[in-house]
């Protein structure tokens, strides 16, 4: 049964559970989460978003009267986009601040080093990263909001041999995890589309202008049908601006790291004709039937947060959002004194739950909890987001 959490439902339930308004939110202990993101260093365009929609959902959670008479604390700490700063952040909120759930982190690498606290601590965490390796090894106590890169990758190299047509693909790929993670995908799935990774050049997360050039210099020499570019910015960016001045006329495909506002405001005139996979909630209006309940709730997150910060939501925004949403609709699920392992239970429960992204239906075996349905592709023309021919 699909779940969709409207502040109708959100009035509605703290009414039945605490007999009482809107009011009572607050009156009892806070239900704390903690949360670890990256409000600086080369993550930041992707953690700013989230953060501003991590505190959005807690003001509205809290103003519908909180989660059986508790408000909900949100404890946020910057991991400056780095994995030992997002480690040591961990465990700060867990042991200091004895906080129920965590979120986090914005990048891969962050991610994962916050994964063996979580582990360890046995405390359920729910990430905003899509690298497909955050999942290896024992994923007990971790979850996932975002796409995978395997989910991305396919869908990407679907719209290439379906829609484009195109054989030869040269790969420029962020050494970050990130970046190595859709590097691995692509070269590891191309075949079966039959399509060729004709150039592969890794490119560092701050590499400079005259650095991208001597990739793209390289990627010319093999000949490629198009350029296909896995990273989050600022460096698709530059690499899209260096394209269009050095006259490359070969289509540019990038990855679902680029699916932000920073990406057209950064690439500037070079951002149009780009192609890459998002999440509904960027088109929702041109591609969810409007009584669906996935419209429903895409548009009221969309339009709180317009109303809120005067600006488009973005991909980075909804994995955020979606993150307080799995835990708070677990915790209702669970009861607002579910311990760490009762809560972890209740998101692994998680079915139909309506997010930004997609309908979330975690499993024991499955704790990503989307399917590449859940993806679509896109355009950018004109500054502006729009839907792409779909494989």
């Given at each position: 049964m699909i779940v969709l959490l409207s502040l109708i439902?959100?009035?509605?339930?703290?009414?039945?559970?605490?007999?009482?308004?809107?009011?009572?939110?607050?009156?009892?202990?806070?239900?704390?989460?903690?949360?670890?993101?990256?409000?600086?260093?080369?993550?930041?365009?992707?953690?700013?978003?989230?953060?501003?929609?991590?505190?959005?959902?807690?003001?509205?959670?809290?103003?519908?009267g909180g989660i059986g008479g508790h408000d909900v604390e949100v404890i946020i700490k910057d991991d400056a986009s780095d994995a030992s700063k997002a480690q040591q952040a961990a465990v700060e909120l867990i042991e200091q601040e004895d906080v129920v759930a965590l979120i986090g982190s914005s990048g891969t690498g962050p991610t994962i080093s916050m994964k063996q606290e979580a582990t360890k601590n046995e405390i359920p965490q729910v990430c905003m990263a899509a690298g497909a390796n955050i999942m290896d090894g024992d994923f007990t106590w971790i979850f996932r909001t975002p796409p995978t890169a395997t989910e991305a990758g396919r869908k990407v190299l679907?719209?290439?041999?379906?829609?484009?047509?195109?054989?030869?693909i040269a790969l420029l790929y962020d050494t970050n995890p990130f970046g190595t993670d859709g590097k691995a995908v692509i070269e590891g799935n191309a075949g079966e589309y039959g399509l060729q990774v004709v150039a592969s050049e890794g490119y560092k997360t701050d590499e400079s202008e005259s650095g991208m050039d001597t990739h793209l210099t390289n990627v010319q020499t093999s000949n490629p049908d198009l350029v296909l570019v896995w990273g989050t910015n600022p460096g698709p960016a530059i690499i899209a601006k260096r394209m269009k001045d050095k006259g490359m006329s070969q289509p540019y495909i990038g990855s679902h790291g680029i699916a932000n506002q920073s990406f057209i405001k950064l690439a500037g005139d070079a951002a149009n004709g780009v192609v890459f996979p998002g999440g509904k909630l960027l088109i929702y209006k041109e591609v969810l039937d409007p009584s669906s309940a996935e419209y429903k709730a895409i548009d009221e997150f969309a339009t709180a947060y317009m109303d809120r910060y005067g600006e488009k939501v973005d991909t980075f925004a909804g994995h955020g959002w979606d993150a307080m949403l799995i835990i708070t609709e677990a915790l209702k699920r669970a009861g607002a004194d579910a311990t760490r392992s009762e809560l972890r239970d209740a998101i692994e429960e998680t079915q139909g739950v309506v997010g930004s992204a997609g309908i979330f239906n975690y499993t024991a075996s499955d704790h990503n909890g989307l399917t590449p349905d859940d993806l679509v592709m896109v355009d950018i023309a004109n500054g502006q987001w729009e839907p792409g021919q779909q494989p």
């Amino acid at each position: 049964m699909i779940v969709l959490l409207s502040l109708i439902a959100l009035a509605m339930s703290a009414v039945l559970i605490t007999g009482c308004g809107s009011g009572d939110g607050g009156t009892k202990e806070p239900i704390k989460i903690g949360v670890v993101l990256s409000e600086s260093g080369s993550n930041q365009p992707l953690g700013a978003p989230e953060k501003k929609a991590i505190e959005l959902f807690e003001e509205r959670i809290n103003e519908s009267g909180g989660i059986g008479g508790h408000d909900v604390e949100v404890i946020i700490k910057d991991d400056a986009s780095d994995a030992s700063k997002a480690q040591q952040a961990a465990v700060e909120l867990i042991e200091q601040e004895d906080v129920v759930a965590l979120i986090g982190s914005s990048g891969t690498g962050p991610t994962i080093s916050m994964k063996q606290e979580a582990t360890k601590n046995e405390i359920p965490q729910v990430c905003m990263a899509a690298g497909a390796n955050i999942m290896d090894g024992d994923f007990t106590w971790i979850f996932r909001t975002p796409p995978t890169a395997t989910e991305a990758g396919r869908k990407v190299l679907a719209y290439i041999e379906k829609v484009l047509n195109l054989k030869r693909i040269a790969l420029l790929y962020d050494t970050n995890p990130f970046g190595t993670d859709g590097k691995a995908v692509i070269e590891g799935n191309a075949g079966e589309y039959g399509l060729q990774v004709v150039a592969s050049e890794g490119y560092k997360t701050d590499e400079s202008e005259s650095g991208m050039d001597t990739h793209l210099t390289n990627v010319q020499t093999s000949n490629p049908d198009l350029v296909l570019v896995w990273g989050t910015n600022p460096g698709p960016a530059i690499i899209a601006k260096r394209m269009k001045d050095k006259g490359m006329s070969q289509p540019y495909i990038g990855s679902h790291g680029i699916a932000n506002q920073s990406f057209i405001k950064l690439a500037g005139d070079a951002a149009n004709g780009v192609v890459f996979p998002g999440g509904k909630l960027l088109i929702y209006k041109e591609v969810l039937d409007p009584s669906s309940a996935e419209y429903k709730a895409i548009d009221e997150f969309a339009t709180a947060y317009m109303d809120r910060y005067g600006e488009k939501v973005d991909t980075f925004a909804g994995h955020g959002w979606d993150a307080m949403l799995i835990i708070t609709e677990a915790l209702k699920r669970a009861g607002a004194d579910a311990t760490r392992s009762e809560l972890r239970d209740a998101i692994e429960e998680t079915q139909g739950v309506v997010g930004s992204a997609g309908i979330f239906n975690y499993t024991a075996s499955d704790h990503n909890g989307l399917t590449p349905d859940d993806l679509v592709m896109v355009d950018i023309a004109n500054g502006q987001w729009e839907p792409g021919q779909q494989p």
